[in-house]
């Protein structure tokens, strides 16, 4: 389950970069500018890291966009009497971490100082997108919360577990003490068998994790749930670890319990 949760979490990342990358930004020039200008400048913007995607839209171009949604182009010219008045624009789609006001702000600033009095208008949704991050990042808090309150059960779940398993070998870690063991020698075995216990688990938990990932792409065909490799091993090295720290700790805990114990009380 809590794989489950930091899986859904990294894809919910690489869903929130692609719909942040598909943001676009309309760039609208000076009416002293033509075409040749403005295709360089598209040259040069499409050498930038702040950008995913840069392309040059022809006024013919942005006036076929109006064909299929109820007014043709011979219909649009028509009506502004063979004119078509489209400036020709440049559009661009920042990269993720761009896809912001904060990176906007940036990249505007940018435009101007790279290109001084050739830029009038740079034209977006200022609304959206900061919807966009918003409601990405509740839904990542979300998950989060949801994360951390199944860490605390299932730490809670294990560690009972552990204790009832050390229950029944309580005479034999007292026996130990008892002949001279000291205490760190009576933890290794039981220390060592968690972190195996751990692994085990985190392999298991992933193995299952990929059969529900792949199961859930080959049934539901309105999203894919995709990682990249970084992302996969991330919530491996995430599980492993989960999986050694909570069955440590708790055997660690039980363990100094049973030693500090007064034989009578072993009976208890």
């Known amino acids: 389950m809590i794989g489950l949760i930091l899986g859904g979490v990294l894809g919910i990342r690489g869903l929130e970069k692609q719909v942040k990358e598909d943001v676009q930004v309309d760039l609208f020039f000076s009416s002293e500018l033509n075409e040749t200008d403005i295709k360089l400048i598209e040259i040069e913007l499409q050498?930038?890291?702040?950008?995913?995607?840069?392309y040059f839209v022809s006024p013919e171009r942005a006036m076929q966009e109006f064909e299929g949604v109820g007014t043709g182009k011979e219909e649009m010219l028509a009506i502004l009497d063979g004119e078509n008045p489209i400036p020709p624009t440049i559009v661009f789609k920042p990269k993720a971490k761009f896809a912001n006001k904060k990176g906007m702000l940036l990249i505007d600033e940018k435009l101007n100082a790279n290109f001084p009095g050739s830029i009038s208008e740079v034209s977006y949704s200022e609304a959206s997108l900061e919807d966009v991050n918003i409601?990405?990042?509740?839904?990542?808090?979300?998950?989060?919360?949801?994360?951390?309150?199944?860490?605390?059960?299932?730490?809670?779940?294990?560690?009972?577990?552990?204790?009832?398993?050390?229950?029944?070998?309580?005479?034999?870690?007292?026996?130990?003490?008892?002949?001279?063991?000291?205490g760190?020698?009576?933890?290794?075995?039981?220390?060592?068998?968690?972190?195996?216990?751990?692994?085990?688990?985190?392999?298991?938990?992933?193995?299952?994790?990929?059969?529900?990932?792949?199961t859930s792409n080959n049934i539901f065909d309105t999203f894919e749930i995709t990682f990249s490799q970084e992302s996969f091993i991330m919530l491996a090295v995430a599980l492993l670890s989960l999986g050694i720290f909570m069955t440590v700790l708790s055997t660690w805990f039980a363990l100094n319990k049973y030693l500090r114990m007064s034989i009578d009380d072993l009976y208890s």
């Not at 577990?161 to 000291?182: C, D, E, N, P």
């Not at 060592?192 to 299952?208: H, R």
Request: glycine share 6%.
């Open 184 to 214: 760190g020698f009576i933890r290794r075995p039981f220390i060592i068998q968690a972190i195996i216990q751990g692994v085990l688990s985190a392999i298991f938990g992933m193995f299952l994790l990929v059969v529900v990932f792949y």
């Open 135 to 182: 409601g990405f990042q509740q839904f990542i808090y979300l998950l989060l919360g949801v994360a951390l309150l199944l860490v605390v059960i299932a730490v809670a779940m294990i560690n009972n577990t552990i204790r009832l398993a050390l229950y029944a070998k309580r005479f034999t870690i007292k026996t130990m003490q008892l002949v001279g063991a000291k």
């Open 47 to 54: 050498q930038w890291s702040e950008f995913s995607e840069v």
